[in-house]
C-alpha cells in the first residue's frame, strides 16, 4: 500500500509499556487500542483473549512473554505502541525494545508501590536516556492513596515525578515544573505560565516525568493520560540518509525468519539491499504487525517499526546503514543449565537447532561442552526454563529437561599485562602484541589499537580488532568468560607472502591467554541488590541471615510495624530466600532483587578448586605459541612466549609474581628435532581448528611418505600398483585468483578460460595425474551441463542450478574413499567440506607456486639433457619459446 500525502505529515512515535509482573500492563494496552478505536472490543489477561497476548502460552500463563506491536492514531500522530514482558525472567527481551523507543510508559501499581523490578527498569530508561511517562494504575482497590504512592515514588525514582492531571491549581502545577529548569523557571518569573513546548521539551529531555492515576480495568483515567501523550509528545527528527536499528529476531507461523526493526533514516523500500560487515542480502517483504496480523507494504519510512523477511545474517542490537552496533544489554543470565535430551535424540543435530533458537534469544548462550558432550544454555529463571521447555517441545518435537543450575562466573585481571601470541608454521605467520588492563566494574570488554600503521598495515590491525570481538574469551581460572578490561592492540606483524587472515586469528587468540596467564586474574560473581521488608520483631533474624550469606546492609528503616533492610549479597547465597522469608514471616515478608553486577567472589578458592579447570590443558583456547625454525613449527609454552617474540615493545610492565620466578631463557631459543615431533600432535589440532581437518598439503613433485614395516620373511612381495591420483580444479575460483588471469577475464573471459586449460595440460602432462577442470554454469539457463576432453584433461561444465562446489563435493564424495584427491580452490567453506570428506586442498596461491616449480624442473631437466647430448641449441630460449617446446615434447602442438 502506498502512503498518501497525509500519511506522509504524521508523526510516528513509538512508545513501549514496561512494567513489574501483575501491574496491569496488558489490561492499559488493551483500553489504550480500545479507545483509540484498533480494537473493537477489550480482551482481558484472565479471560485469555488480549489483543497482543495472542502466544498460546501467554495466554495460558497470563503473563506477556514476547514484545508485541500494535498502532493507533492521536490527532496528527501515528503512534506504534510495544508491550514488552513483565516478568523478571524475560527482562533481556523487554531489554532489547529499549532500543528503539520514543518514550516509555511505566505502569506502576497502586497498592505494591515501586518494587524491585521497577528501580530495575528505572536505572535502564536512565541508561538509554528514554523519556518516561508513568501511568499508576489499580487506583480503584482499597489502600491506593495517590499522595502516598506519589512521595514513594518521589522518593525511590526521581524527584521530578509530577503529577500531571487536573486534581492540582494550575498555578500549583506550573510551579512543580518551574523548579526543575532554571531556563524554564526565568520565563515562569518573566510571563507568569509555561507553555506547551517548553513542558514537551523538559520531558523529553527527562527534566520532567509526567505522572497519571487511573485503573486500566476500570478505564478511569484513561482519557486523560491519552490527551497528555498527543499533547507532551513529538516524533524526533530523522536523517535523510538510510538506517535501521534490528532490535529482535523472530519467526512466523510459517518458520520465516522476521527482523524486527526501527527505521531511524530515509526509507526501506522492497527488494531492497542491506548490507553487514561480510553480507548482503534483499528485504523479500515489508510487515507490519497489529498483534497477530500484519500489512504488507512497499515501503517503510523513518520512525516506522517493521518486520523485514529474507535476511539470515541479522542479529538483535545490530545497526544497518548509517546506524552503529547497539551496547551490549545490562541485564544478562546469571544460572547456566545443561540442557539434557532423550537418549534417542541426536546431540549435535539438535545444537543447531537450538542455536537457531539462540538468534531469537541471545541471551540464552548456548555452548556445546564437546569434552562433556553436553549443550549449556544460560537462563534468568525458573519460569523461562518451563516456557523454553513448552516451545522446544512444539517447535522440534523433542522433550528436554534442564538439569542443576549453576552461577555463571566471570574473570577480570588486577593489573595492567602484555600478551603475545605467534603463530608461525611452515608458510604461515602473524604476531599480536596485546595490552590488558582492567576496567571499571560493569565496563564490559572495550577493545582499541595504538598500533602504528608503520609496523602493521591497518587492514591487518582491523582484523585483529574483529577477533577480539567476534569470540567470548575464556578465563585461566575456571575458564568463565573475561570481563571489565580493556585490550588494546600495541604491536603486530605480518609476512608479505605467508601471512593469511586465520594466522591472525590463532595469534590474537593466543595473545589474549597469554596474558590472562601472566596476569593475576580475579573470580567474578553476580551479585545481588535486595531490599528485604519483615516484621521489627524480626529484622535480628534477617540481619543474621544476610551476614551468613556474606551479603551487606543498610538500616533497618521503620515504617510503622514493618523495617526495610537494603543491601546486596550474593547471588549464589540468596538463591531462594524467598521462600525462606514467606515461612518465617508468615506471610507479611517482602523480598525483591535485581542484579547489581559482578563482584570479586566471596569462595573464589573455593570454586576454582571446584572446577578443576586447566588451562594450559584447553586445546580450544591454547596458552602458548606456534613458531617456527629449521622449516618445522614447534609449540613454545606460554611463560617462554616473551623470549622468543620477534617484537620488543618494553613496555616496562611490572612483573607478575608467575613471570619473577620464572628461570631465565636463553639468548638465542632453538629446539630439536625430537622436541619439534613431540609437539606434532598439538600442532595438527591448531590446523584443524584454523581451516578445518586439513592435512599437510602435499608438493605436487613429492611422493607421500609413508612407514613400512620391515618383513618377517625373505620372501619378495609382490609390487603394489600405483595409486590413481584425482586433481579437482575449481576454474572460476582459480581465474579470479590468478592476476594474470583475472586481468585478461575482465577482458575476454573465454580467452581466460583457454589459458587456463592450456596451463593445466601441461601440469597434468607432468604430474600425470587425472585432472578435472570444473566451471560453473549454473546460471546458464536450461544449461544441462557437459563433459568434454581437451588434450589430456576433462573439462566440466555444470549444469543449470549446480555450482562448481556442489559438482566437485558430490565427485570427493564418490571416489574420496577409494582414489586419493586433491582439490584446487581458495574457497574457504569448500576447504573444509571437501577435507572433511577425505581429500586434500590445494589452494590457488600454492598450485601457482607448484606450476611455477613445474616449469623450472623442465628447463632444469631439459637443459641437462642438451649438455649430456652436447647439443645447445636452446640454451637461451625464452620463456615462452621453451614453453612451446615442452608442448611439443609432449604431442599437445606440432612444429607446423
Not at 101 to 128: F, K, N, P, S
Not at 386 to 399: A, D, F, V
Request: charged share 30%; aromatic share 8%; hydrophobic share 35%.
Amino acid at each position: 500500500m502506498e502512503n498518501t500525502s497525509e500519511q506522509k505529515e504524521k508523526q510516528h512515535i513509538c512508545i513501549g509499556l514496561l512494567a513489574h509482573v501483575d501491574a496491569g500492563k496488558t489490561t492499559l494496552a488493551e483500553n489504550l487500542l480500545y479507545h483509540t478505536g484498533t480494537i473493537r472490543r477489550m480482551g482481558r489477561v484472565d479471560h485469555q483473549d488480549a489483543f497482543l497476548d495472542n502466544y498460546e502460552l501467554e495466554r495460558a500463563r497470563g503473563i506477556t512473554i514476547f514484545s508485541k506491536q500494535a498502532g493507533f492514531t492521536l490527532g496528527e500522530k501515528e503512534i506504534v505502541l510495544l508491550d514488552t514482558p513483565g516478568h523478571v525472567d524475560f527482562s533481556a527481551e523487554m531489554e532489547r525494545t529499549l532500543q528503539v523507543l520514543d518514550y516509555a510508559v511505566l505502569i506502576i501499581g497502586g497498592t505494591d508501590g515501586v518494587q524491585g523490578h521497577v528501580e530495575t527498569l528505572w536505572r535502564l530508561l536512565r541508561q538509554y536516556q528514554i523519556p518516561v511517562f508513568l501511568f499508576i494504575n489499580k487506583m480503584d482497590q482499597p489502600g491506593a492513596d495517590p499522595k502516598a504512592i506519589l512521595e514513594e515514588i518521589q522518593t525511590r525514582l526521581d524527584e521530578k515525578c509530577i503529577d500531571f492531571t487536573k486534581s492540582h491549581p494550575k498555578e500549583a502545577f506550573f510551579e512543580n515544573l518551574a523548579v526543575c529548569d532554571e531556563a524554564v523557571l526565568e520565563a515562569y518569573l518573566e510571563n507568569g505560565e509555561i507553555s506547551r513546548d517548553e513542558i514537551a521539551s523538559l520531558i523529553a529531555r527527562r527534566k520532567v516525568f509526567p505522572c497519571y492515576f487511573g485503573s486500566a480495568l476500570k478505564s478511569q483515567g484513561i482519557q486523560e493520560f491519552l490527551k497528555g501523550l498527543e499533547r507532551y509528545t513529538d516524533a524526533p527528527v530523522y536523517s535523510s540518509e538510510f538506517g535501521a536499528k534490528v532490535y529482535k529476531i523472530s519467526r512466523d507461523e510459517k518458520g520465516n525468519r522476521l527482523t524486527h526493526m526501527k527505521i531511524t533514516g530515509g526509507s526501506l523500500k522492497v527488494k531492497q539491499v542491506l548490507r553487514g560487515a561480510d553480507w548482503e542480502e534483499k528485504a523479500d517483504q515489508i510487515r507490519i504487525y497489529a498483534g497477530a496480523g500484519f500489512e504488507a507494504v512497499k515501503e517503510a519510512r523513518a520512525g516506522t517499526i517493521c518486520a523485514v523477511t529474507g535476511l539470515t545474517r541479522t542479529h538483535a542490537g545490530q545497526g544497518l546503514g548509517r546506524e552503529q552496533e547497539s551496547e551490549e544489554p545490562l541485564l544478562v543470565p546469571v544460572l547456566n543449565y545443561e540442557i539434557q535430551l532423550p537418549p534417542e535424540c541426536d546431540v549435535h543435530q539438535m545444537f543447531l537447532k537450538l542455536c537457531q533458537l539462540e538468534e531469537e534469544e541471545p541471551e540464552l548462550h548456548m555452548v556445546w561442552n564437546a569434552r562433556l558432550n553436553e549443550i549449556h544454555a544460560q537462563v534468568m529463571g525458573e519460569v523461562q526454563i518451563e516456557i523454553l521447555k513448552t516451545m522446544i517441545q512444539e517447535r522440534y518435537g523433542i522433550s528436554v529437561e534442564f538439569g542443576s543450575g549453576n552461577i555463571v562466573y566471570k574473570e577480570t585481571i588486577e593489573a595492567p599485562v602484555e600478551g603475545i601470541g605467534h603463530f608461525e608454521p611452515l608458510r604461515h605467520y602473524a604476531e599480536v602484541h596485546l595490552l590488558l588492563e582492567p576496567g571499571e566494574p560493569g565496563s564490559g570488554l572495550e577493545f582499541a589499537t595504538s598500533c602504528s600503521e608503520d609496523m602493521l598495515d591497518k587492514n591487518w590491525q582491523r582484523l585483529i580488532l574483529t577477533h577480539l570481538e567476534e569470540k567470548a574469551h575464556k578465563g585461566v581460572l575456571t575458564g568463565a568468560d573475561i570481563t571489565d578490561m580493556k585490550i588494546t592492540l600495541i604491536a603486530g606483524r605480518a609476512h608479505l607472502k605467508h601471512t593469511e587472515g586465520g594466522d591472525f586469528r590463532q595469534a590474537t587468540y593466543r595473545a589474549v591467554r597469554q596474558g590472562l596467564r601472566k596476569a593475576k586474574s580475579v573470580l567474578l560473581e553476580p551479585v545481588y541488590e535486595y531490599c528485604l521488608e519483615v516484621p521489627s520483631d524480626m529484622v535480628g533474624r534477617a540481619m543474621t541471615d544476610i551476614q551468613k550469606m556474606h551479603g551487606s546492609f543498610q538500616g533497618p528503616e521503620i515504617q510503622g510495624e514493618m523495617s526495610v533492610l537494603t543491601g546486596s549479597a550474593p547471588v549464589i547465597t540468596m538463591r531462594g530466600y524467598q521462600t525462606e522469608v514467606t515461612a518465617y514471616t508468615k506471610g507479611r515478608g517482602r523480598l525483591s532483587c535485581s542484579l547489581r553486577g559482578y563482584e570479586p567472589c566471596h569462595n573464589a578458592e573455593e570454586v576454582i578448586e571446584a572446577a578443576a579447570y586447566e588451562p594450559d590443558g584447553d586445546m580450544e583456547n591454547p596458552t602458548g605459541s606456534v613458531f617456527c625454525t629449521h622449516g618445522a613449527g614447534f609449540v613454545v609454552n606460554w611463560d617462554e612466549v616473551d623470549s622468543y617474540a620477534h617484537i620488543q615493545t618494553d613496555l616496562g610492565l611490572e612483573k607478575t609474581e608467575q613471570e619473577s620466578v620464572k628461570t631465565p631463557l636463553p639468548a638465542a631459543p632453538y629446539k630439536s628435532f625430537e622436541e619439534i615431533r613431540l609437539d606434532q600432535e598439538e600442532l595438527e589440532e591448531i590446523f584443524t581448528r584454523t581451516y578445518g581437518p586439513i592435512r599437510l598439503e602435499r608438493n605436487a613433485f613429492q611422493k607421500t611418505s609413508r612407514t613400512v614395516a620391515a618383513p618377517t620373511s625373505p620372501r619378495k612381495q609382490k609390487p603394489k600398483e600405483p595409486e590413481k591420483e584425482y586433481l579437482l580444479v575449481d576454474g572460476y575460483n582459480i581465474i579470479f585468483a590468478w592476476e594474470d588471469l583475472k586481468e585478461l577475464a575482465k577482458v575476454n573471459i573465454e580467452g581466460a578460460r583457454n589459458k587456463l586449460m592450456d596451463i593445466l595440460c601441461n601440469y597434468q602432462g607432468y604430474k600425470k595425474c587425472i585432472l578435472i577442470l570444473v566451471f560453473d554454469a549454473y546460471k546458464v539457463e536450461g544449461g544441462q551441463g557437459s563433459v568434454q576432453k581437451y588434450h589430456n584433461i576433462h573439462v566440466v561444465y555444470t549444469k543449470e542450478a549446480e555450482t562448481a562446489d556442489q559438482y566437485i563435493e558430490k565427485t570427493v564424495h564418490e571416489i574420496g574413499r577409494q582414489y586419493h584427491v586433491t582439490v584446487a580452490t581458495s574457497d574457504a567453506l569448500e576447504q573444509v567440506i571437501i577435507l572433511g570428506q577425505g581429500a586434500d586442498r590445494l589452494s590457488a596461491r600454492n598450485l601457482l607456486e607448484e606450476i611455477q616449480r613445474m616449469k623450472e624442473e623442465i628447463r632444469e631437466e631439459y637443459v641437462e639433457k642438451q649438455k649430456k647430448s652436447g647439443t645447445y641449441l636452446f640454451d637461451h630460449l625464452s620463456e615462452e619459446l621453451s614453453d612451446f617446446m615442452e608442448d611439443v615434447r609432449l604431442g599437445r602442438k606440432t612444429l607446423e
